[in-house]
Structure formats: C-alpha cells, structure tokens
C-alpha cells in the first residue's frame, strides 16, 4: 500500500473509528474526494485498528443509512498492522451529515452556512442560480425600453424577435421564461430595478488617490445593459482622461485606456459574477484601473490560461448567452485575451488577472515603463535605471548613461542601441555630438516607430 505520511487536502488519518468521523466522509464526497485512513496515528505512523471485521460489516451500512453513499471500504496491512481505507468519490449530488453540510478546505473540514450554502447547493442541483424562476416578479418589472434596443441590436442574430410586439415573447424566445414566469436572468438583463430584488446587483465606482484616500464615487444601477453603458459613459466623462488628437480635420479623443478593453471587462464581469455576493467594484487609481467581482474561476481554468485560447465555462449561461446575441461578446472563451490584445495595441503594460478575496480581478495599468514591467521586457538594471532617468529628466545622452551607470562608452552604446531595438526609446538629434534619447510614445495611429540605427 504507498501510504501518505502527511495529511493533506483528499487524505486524512485517525488512529480509530468514531461515528463523528462521518463529517470528513461528508466533506470528501462533498469536495474533491478522498481517503480517510483508520489504524493511522496524525503523523501517518500505522497503528492498526482493533475489530477490524466489524468494522469492515459495519461502516458500509453506517455509510449507506447515514450519509446516502456507498464508497469503497477495504482493509490492508502496513508494517504487521491494519489499517481500513474508506476512498469517497467526489458527489455530483449534495451530501448533509444530519441535516448540515460539510466540505474540505485544505487539511480541514468546514460546514457550510449562509451564502456560501446557498451557492454549494445551487452548484450541485443541475441549475445555475439565474435559472431560477423569482417569484415575486411580474412582467411590470421588466424595462421595454432596453428590449426595444435588443431588438435593433441582435436583429442579426436573432430576426425572430424583429416584429415580436409582446415583450413577453421576446423572453421566451430567449429562453429568460419558464412557466409562464420570469427567471432571474430576465431581470438582470432587462429589469427596471434589478437591485430591488437583490442588493449588490449594482456596480460601484471609486476615484483613488491612495488604497485609503478616495476622491468620488458613484453608484450604477439598472438592468445589466444599463450598468455597462452607464459605467462606460461616466469614465468617458468624469473618471478618465480622453487624449485629443487630430487625423486631417477630424477631431477624435481616445481614453487613457483602450475603450474597447475596458468595455469588454465590464462585460465580463456582470456576465460572470456571483449574484449572491457582493456588488461589483471598480477602482481607479492614479497609475491603474482595477475591475473586482465576486466569484472565483471555474475549476476548469487556470489563470495563466487567460491569455491564450481557452474553454469558456461561463457562470452565468442565460447572461452571455443574451449579451452574445446582442452582438456585445463575440465569441466565448475570448473575453480576456481581447483585453490583452487592445492594451498592446494602445502601448500599454499587458493587464493582469487575479483570483483575490474570493472573487475575481483585472489590473490594468497605465505606464509601460514601470520597472516591474521593464524586467518583463528583459532590460538589465542599468537600462532600468537610465529609463527612469529619463522619466524625470525627459531625455539622457550616451555620456550621460555611462555617468549614471559607472560604465564604458561601449557598454551605454550596446545598452542604449537594445533599448532602440526594443521600441523603449527613439534617438533625436542630427549632428553626432547632439544625439540624445528619448522614451517612445505611442504613434496616434499605433504604427510602430522606426527607430534611427544607435550611435
């Protein structure tokens, strides 16, 4: 038998039965599966177990007539001694131990309460929480303007609605009625209040000098549509600064982040969120934006995965589902590398994705030049401190990098020549004696600039 000498989150070890241990059996079958190992001491030194053959007649039953579930029980020797080996699968079902819940979280069992109960239970029923019907609604709560501008929008993806003039069939024909009664979907989509009906469904926004200092901040409310809108339309005009530029005669402004980056994460996030935790937040800082919504990543997903061609395994079905026939979302599974893209396209650090405080992030960030990410870019540490030289300077010479840096003419060329290569800085001047070097600015075209050979 390859016995585990520690205990971790699918193995457990006690020296002897107790019915009480039904809770870890619980908890396994609730979570991941797992071993739960009887005749072993807490640091995996077999013991052996004492009425090994009642035990073996006894627990299959105490497991059946209690917990519902008939998992793998088997006796084995280790070292002259033995040790009964209960294996749990992992239940598609929901497990109770008299009528409380209990799953693994690390090394330790936990019972479910509250919130986080609901979500196990809803998780585990077949349904998604928005499938549910609510049956306080009414087709009173339902905003016709927002359907009306579906029905402009989506007429490509689906004409059927066109000419539909009930809005009750337009739901139905998008799967947002069962039985004649509103899901919770329908609300979120195309509700009047949906926060009437549940509390964080709003998105908060907040001007930050520091993680303590906030300057404003506002609230978004109305139906999913409207958040997005709504939220994008208040950076455009209070919260972020829109660069003027001109192309021939034509006036045009562009935020300091890329529009379509920041609407695609909006979008995301009340797509996927968890409805039954806290509101969305939306954070903007002097130097980064920061886009939090309760709910972890599906399983099937790693964070490192989201900036390559992935599954898409959304929370919220009926949600993407709607907002990809709205022509909103082009294809799932895209989301996050679509964000990725228009950073880079807008000379922006690439954003970050993170799982934190039991929910999901997105950074964004506005200077390229940070030293952080100047180390993505391979710069050694001379070339780091001569960019951030030239931050606060505005330009350097090669005589003023081998200065800065204690270093020889050779040396600043090479380093300097790098950094042109790398699109960091251009070099200005004429004359040889004039040569100097600037950071790189973003063309307004986002045509790369071609950089002058280094001397």
């Known amino acids: ?24 059996i619980c908890a396994f079958a609730n979570t991941d599966g797992g071993r739960l190992l009887i005749g072993v001491d807490d ?30 029980v088997r006796l084995e020797k280790e070292n002259g001694k033995e040790i009964i080996i209960i294996e749990v699968e992992h239940s598609y079902v929901p497990i109770s131990y008299h009528g409380r819940f209990y799953v693994r979280s690390g090394s330790t069992i936990q019972e479910l309460k509250g919130k986080d109960l609901t979500r196990f ?48 069939k337009v739901l139905e024909k998008l799967n947002l009625i069962k039985n004649g009664k509103l899901t919770r979907a329908a609300l979120l989509l195309f509700g009047k209040n949906p926060k ?53 005669i034509y006036r045009k402004e562009e935020l300091e982040y890329p529009e379509e980056a920041l609407r695609e994460a909006i979008i995301n996030s009340v797509i996927h969120r968890d409805y039954i935790g806290p509101h969305t937040q939306l954070k903007i800082y002097p130097d980064k934006i920061i886009l939090w919504n309760v709910g972890t990543l599906p399983k099937e997903i790693k964070v490192d995965e989201l900036k390559k061609n992935h599954s898409s395994y959304p929370r919220n079905e009926l949600l993407a589902d709607v907002f990809f026939k709205a022509g909103l979302i082009e294809a799932w599974g895209r989301g996050t590398i679509k964000i990725t893209d228009e950073c880079k396209k807008a000379g922006l650090p690439e954003p970050e994705f993170k799982e934190e405080f039991g929910g999901f992030a997105v950074y964004f960030y506005k200077d390229i ?29 090669n005589k003023e990098y081998q200065e800065l840096n204690k270093t020889s003419k050779p040396t600043a060329t090479r380093d300097l020549r790098n950094l042109v290569d790398k699109g960091i800085v251009i070099m200005q ?27």
């Open 196 to 248: 009437r009906f549940w509390t964080s469904s709003y998105i908060k926004v907040g001007k930050f000098l520091t993680d303590t200092d906030i300057i404003s901040s506002d609230d978004i409310e109305g139906n999913l549509f409207e958040q997005v809108e709504k939220t994008m339309e208040l950076l455009r005009t209070k919260y972020l600064i829109s660069e003027i530029r001109f192309e021939g």
């Open 121 to 168: 239970l809803i998780s585990n029923s077949g349904k998604h929480w928005e499938e549910y019907i609510e049956e306080n609604a009414s087709i009173e709560d339902i905003n016709n303007e927002t359907i009306e501008k579906l029905k402009q929008i989506a007429i490509k993806r689906i004409p059927l609605v066109k000419d539909e003039n009930e809005p009750i």
């Open 1 to 24: 038998m390859d016995l585990e000498s520690v205990e971790s989150h699918t193995t457990e070890f006690k020296s002897s039965w107790r019915d009480e241990y039904l809770k870890w």
């Open 43 to 72: 640091n995996g030194k077999p013991v052996g177990v004492e009425d090994s053959k009642k035990l073996l007649e006894d627990l299959p039953n105490k497991l059946r007539d209690t917990l519902g579930i008939i998992p793998s």
């Open 369 to 397: 030049y940070t030293e952080d990410n100047l180390r993505k870019m391979g710069l050694n540490e001379r070339q780091i401190k001569a960019v951030k030289y030239v931050k606060e300077k505005g330009k350097i010479t």
């Open 429 to 455: 001047g004429e004359a040889k004696r004039q040569i100097y070097y600037q950071l790189s600015q973003k063309r307004a075209n986002n045509e790369p600039i071609e950089p002058k050979k280094s001397q």
